[in-house]
C-alpha cells in the first residue's frame, strides 16, 4: 500500500445554498459536497478538515482545506495532471463552489490549527440593487461610519470577545488578538474588515450589529467598553445577516 500524502485545496464559495462549511446531518453543507467530489475524481475515500467553520449563508473568498490521499501523487510526482485535477473537480462540482488549487503539504500541517490570521468582510448597501440580494445586506439608513470606526477602535483594545459568542461552544477560550477592525465607504455602501488570529462563532456578525447601533446612535461608542467587559452576550448588538459575511483570507507560515 502506498503511504497516504497531506495537501492543501484552496476554495471559494458563495454560501447562499448551503448550511456552512461543516458538514451536518440534515442539511448540505460545503465540505459535504467537496469530500464527494474529491472521492469520486481520486477514486479513493477523502475525508476534508477545513480551516474554520463558516455559519450557513456565509461566503468564503478565500477557504483552506486538507486531506490525505494514497493514490494523488507518488514519488514526487502527480497521478493527476494538477491542471487537470482542477479542471476535474470544477467541471463535478456546483457553480457555486470553484477550486483554486491544490499542493502537497508537511504530513502534520492543519489547515485549522497552523492558521496564524483570518480575515473577515461584511458588505452594507443602502439602494436596493437585485444583483446584491443575497451577498450584501440592505439597510434603509445609512449609519454614522465616523462613530462606528471609533468604537472599531476600542474593540481592539481587548482580547476577551465573550460578549460577542454564542454561548455552549465548547472552546477552551475566548481571547482573541484582532489586528485590524475598520469600515471602509464604497461607491454604493460600506464594509467592515476585520482580522485577528482566531474569532469565536458568530463573533463578527454579533460585533458588526454592535457597531451599528453606536452608527445609529442607539449607543455611544465608549458604551461598547461595558459590553465587551461585561463578557454578557445579551448585552451586545443582534446578530447581522448571513448574507453580507465573507471569509476574505486565511494565512500560513509556510504558504507564500
Not at 483570518?118 to 443602502?126: A, L, N, P, Q, V
Not at 475566548?174 to 460600506?190: L, P, Q, R, S
Not at 447581522?240 to 471569509?247: E, N, Q, R, S, T
Request: charged share 25%; aromatic share 10%; proline share 4%.
Amino acid at each position: 500500500m502506498s503511504a497516504q500524502q497531506r495537501f492543501f485545496i484552496e476554495l471559494a464559495y458563495d454560501g447562499t445554498n448551503y448550511h456552512g462549511w461543516q458538514i451536518q446531518q440534515n442539511a448540505v453543507s460545503v465540505q459535504e459536497v467537496l469530500n464527494k467530489a474529491l472521492s469520486t475524481i481520486l477514486r479513493e475515500p477523502i475525508e476534508t478538515l477545513g480551516c474554520g467553520r463558516t455559519d450557513a449563508g456565509v461566503h468564503a473568498k478565500e477557504f483552506f482545506a486538507h486531506f490525505d490521499a494514497e493514490k494523488l501523487m507518488a514519488d514526487g510526482a502527480w497521478s493527476i495532471e494538477h491542471k487537470n485535477l482542477i479542471r476535474g473537480l470544477n467541471s463535478i462540482l456546483p457553480q457555486d463552489i470553484a477550486i483554486k488549487r491544490i499542493f502537497p503539504v508537511a504530513a502534520d500541517a492543519h489547515a485549522r490549527f497552523d492558521a496564524t490570521l483570518r480575515s473577515y468582510e461584511y458588505h452594507i448597501h443602502f439602494n436596493k440593487d437585485p444583483f446584491k440580494n443575497g451577498h450584501s445586506w440592505l439597510l434603509r439608513d445609512e449609519p454614522d461610519i465616523v462613530l462606528m470606526n471609533q468604537a472599531a477602535a476600542i474593540i481592539k483594545e481587548y482580547t476577551d470577545f465573550s460578549c460577542f459568542s454564542k454561548s455552549n461552544t465548547q472552546v477552551k477560550t475566548n481571547n482573541c488578538k484582532i489586528a485590524k477592525a475598520e469600515w471602509v465607504k464604497t461607491d454604493d455602501g460600506i464594509v467592515f474588515h476585520i482580522s485577528a488570529d482566531r474569532f469565536l462563532r458568530n463573533m463578527v456578525r454579533a460585533i458588526v450589529g454592535t457597531l451599528l447601533a453606536v452608527g445609529k446612535n442607539e449607543i455611544k461608542p465608549y458604551e461598547v467598553r461595558t459590553i465587551i467587559e461585561s463578557k454578557n452576550r445579551s448585552n451586545a448588538g443582534v446578530s447581522v445577516p448571513a448574507c453580507g459575511l465573507y471569509l476574505t483570507e486565511i494565512k500560513y507560515p509556510y504558504i507564500p
